[in-house]
């Protein structure tokens, strides 16, 4: 099975949580403890090792603050 790796721009990020949603893995989250220069609790993977590659978050993010490596 393939393997990914999912990062944030989280400075960027709004909180939308499209990206959560879409995930078919639950690999991402809502950082509710830390909070961006734009006021908001950015995404984070919470769930890394579940990580398949598939991008579904990076494609449905509005602002591109994902980017998904493949190993």
């Known amino acids: 099975m393939a393997q990914g790796r999912v990062l944030f721009d989280e ?7 499209l990206c959560v949603h ?3 893995k639950g690999v991402i989250g ?4 830390r909070i961006n220069s734009l006021g908001y609790h950015p995404a984070s993977a919470v769930n890394p ?10 494609r ?3 602002d591109l603050v994902i980017e998904v490596e493949r190993e």
Do not use: L, V
């Open 49 to 58: 090792e579940n990580c398949n590659g598939c991008a579904i978050c990076a």
């Open 22 to 24: 879409f995930c078919p």
């Open 60 to 62: 449905m993010c509005p």
């Open 11 to 17: 400075g960027r990020c709004k909180a939308c949580e």
């Open 30 to 33: 809502i950082d509710k403890i």
